[in-house]
């Protein structure tokens, strides 16, 4: 096979950047494709080549097989690597690449073809030794209620193609099924383009276990060892690591041995991973095949010391795997997690929530020594059309309480200011004993208040944090003055009232009061100041304060703070933690203020459906409005009892965050 000169990456976002850095690495000159909204991406400016995909959502650009073969052609590229998502496991994309004269870095069509229905897939699987789990595929004919009696509940509706978390819903009862596979079956087809769902049975709380595969062209596959994905949300991985804790040698050798059996099986080539659950007793069953690389892949990486992307690079140009390959070890322990443009909020029915972010990313950065896989930068924008991950944030430790530690400390010192993200419930997770003792399991975060772990990252409450955000506004204004800018903050011939500004904090509003005492030492102050009411410390000392940095001591401990102020917010780094603080007009525009019971969009997105009407009753929790985001549906649900007086969207309309849908009126006004 011939070398691969130039090669077009038919993704976008991080996994496009990481494969553009390898292949640069290699002497590959690439191309990158891009929708509209990707436009000045970092991806875009990373590639030495780019083609605009003219339109916005994954079905216009992403998706479209045949512009992606055609911006190949028109740039010479000789391969295509796909990446994970999208075209990936997209079996007449492999195809199509190889009727156009392209390599496509990936394994066969018909590795793909077997995989990609993960029913058939379960069927090869058994008839390979591998254990599988009872399961059945849905049609229009499916008695819904005896295939899901005859598996047993709880039942897991599942998307027969794809994967990420997307089209997946847990049944506990017959009264939820035809609800949870309408929408499965409508969340696949808009993620994959193919709405086929399939049942299984749900193994209650196992761990999520994979093993790394890679295979060549000359018949040989080998496992690279597992990965542990046992916590997750919404059935989405957020923390993996290498090794599994709960794995052992003799385990591993097992787990190693059916992975190895999978991929011959499939006559699988390049990088691929096999998915298991293991249960309490260590019982293992079969899941699925990953005909890709896999989001986590960074772990393996850095505890075997290769680089899996210059794998499949040299598998699709012939080569036969290396003795790095066959002879690799596990050295130390990685842990990896997903950092998300998300808001980690308690819902009414005081379950955590999880809803997608968007907006421009004014800051972004982790310091440390950790490995940072992302797609964004310094004024990225995120947009609601693809998935909310910003980043993967990967350590690699001596130990696996090293790798947790260092990550956890390079996650709180972050600066992510601009988007909502999960870091804080990230970090929480990362000091949690259970999850330091490698007691996890997929039901973690049902045991653990993700919201209470996410939590304990704010220190004081934001109250230090408040403060500096004051002082640093002071400063800015001061350094802006036109007249009298010498003059000392705070100044006066005799004694005034405080200075005051305001800011919220989630759904909490924080009043700080400040008045400078006479004399200090050099630019050191003393300062009377208060947040809430309540004063910060006893002795409290500004020693220096710009529009961007703050050091405070309060009780004798000195801290530093960084301020950064746009769009209307000041985020605060310190060493106990980062906050993001509205600030609080001096005068409130009254038009601002939603009539009561109002629904808000709880982010951008779309509507998808309406189900109700002008002046039909509705109950508080009852369905009102569906919504989809980043491939992913939300409902928003009624307030209250009461008459549905307002519709204000439509299917299809496009609304941004805290946009009015609907408005419920109380029931007695409605019959008045």
């Known amino acids: ?182 929408g499965a079956r409508r969340e696949a087809a808009s993620a994959f383009g193919d709405g086929t769902v399939f049942l299984e049975r749900f193994v209650v709380d196992p761990r999520h276990v994979e093993v790394q595969i890679l295979g060549d062209t000359h018949g040989a596959v080998v496992h690279l060892f597992e990965r542990e994905c046992s916590i997750q949300r919404r059935y989405q991985k957020i923390v993996e690591e290498s090794p599994s804790p709960a794995v052992d040698e003799a385990l591993r050798s097992e787990l190693g041995a059916a992975a190895v059996a999978a991929g011959k099986a499939i006559g699988y080539t390049g990088a691929g991973t096999v998915e298991f659950v293991l249960g309490q007793d260590g019982a293992f069953f079969f899941l699925e095949v990953n005909t890709r690389l896999q989001v986590e892949h960074p772990v393996t990486e850095l505890v075997t010391g290769l680089d899996l992307v210059e794998q499949q690079i040299r598998v699709a140009e012939g080569e036969a795997l290396g003795p790095d390959v066959t002879d690799a070890r596990i050295d130390g322990h990685a842990i990896e997690v997903r950092l998300y443009a998300e808001t980690v909020a308690r819902g009414d029915d005081g379950v955590a929530t999880y809803l997608p972010a968007t907006g421009t990313l004014h800051r972004f950065d982790v310091p440390g020594d950790v490995r940072v896989d992302t797609g964004v930068a310094d004024g990225s924008v995120v947009s609601p059309h693809y998935d909310p991950m910003l980043a993967k944030v990967i350590a690699h430790g001596r130990t696996r309480g090293e790798a947790a530690r260092a990550l956890a400390r390079a996650l709180a010192g972050a600066a992510l200011h601009g988007v909502t993200t999960n870091r804080d419930l990230l970090v929480g997770i990362l000091r949690e004993p259970e999850f330091l003792a490698g007691s996890t399991d997929t039901g973690y975060l049902v045991r653990h208040d993700p919201v209470a772990l996410g939590s304990g990252t704010l220190g004081a409450g934001g109250t230090r944090h408040a403060a500096a955000a004051a002082l640093a506004t002071q400063a800015g204004n001061r350094a802006s003055a036109r007249v009298l800018g010498g003059i000392p903050s705070g100044f006066r011939n005799v004694g005034g009232a405080p200075q005051r500004i305001a800011y919220t904090l989630g759904d909490r509003e924080i009043e700080v009061t400040y008045r400078f005492r006479r004399g200090g030492t050099g630019t050191a102050r003393g300062l009377d100041i208060t947040v809430d009411g309540e004063p910060l410390g006893e002795t409290v000392v500004l020693l220096s304060a710009t529009p961007d940095t703050v050091t405070l001591e309060v009780d004798g401990v000195r801290r530093t703070y960084t301020v950064h102020r746009s769009g209307g917010r000041s985020y605060v780094d310190g060493p106990d933690g980062s906050v993001a603080l509205g600030e609080v007009p001096r005068f409130a525009d009254p038009n601002a203020v939603a009539a009561a019971g109002s629904l808000l969009a709880p982010m951008p997105g779309t509507v998808v459906r309406v189900l109700g009407e002008t002046g039909a009753a509705v109950t508080a929790g009852q369905p009102l409005v569906v919504l989809e985001a980043m491939k992913m549906e939300h409902t928003v649900a009624a307030p209250g009892d009461g008459v549905l007086g307002e519709v204000r969207v439509s299917a299809g309309d496009q609304v941004d965050t805290g946009q009015v849908l609907a408005v419920v009126s109380d029931v007695e006004e409605g019959e008045s």
């Open 1 to 182: 096979m011939p070398l691969i000169t130039k090669l077009l990456v038919a993704n976008r976002g991080e996994i496009a950047s990481r494969v553009m850095r390898t292949a640069h690495r290699l002497g590959i000159s690439t191309v990158a494709v891009y929708s509209d909204p990707d436009a000045d991406a970092p991806f875009v400016a990373l590639a030495d080549e780019s083609v605009r995909l003219p339109g916005a959502t994954p079905g216009e650009t992403y998706l479209r097989a045949e512009k992606v073969i055609a911006a190949a052609r028109a740039t010479g590229a000789d391969a295509v690597h796909p990446g994970y998502g999208f075209l990936s496991e997209n079996e007449a994309f492999a195809r199509d690449c190889a009727a156009a004269g392209l390599t496509f870095v990936g394994p066969s069509p018909e590795a793909i073809a077997s995989m990609g229905s993960k029913l058939e897939a379960k069927a090869l699987m058994e008839s390979a030794g591998v254990p599988v789990l009872p399961g059945a595929t849905v049609t229009d004919d499916t008695d819904l209620s005896a295939v899901a009696a005859g598996i047993g509940f709880p039942v897991l509706v599942k998307a027969a193609f794809g994967g990420g978390g997307r089209g997946m819903r847990v049944v506990a009862s017959d009264a939820e099924l035809r609800d949870a596979v309408d």
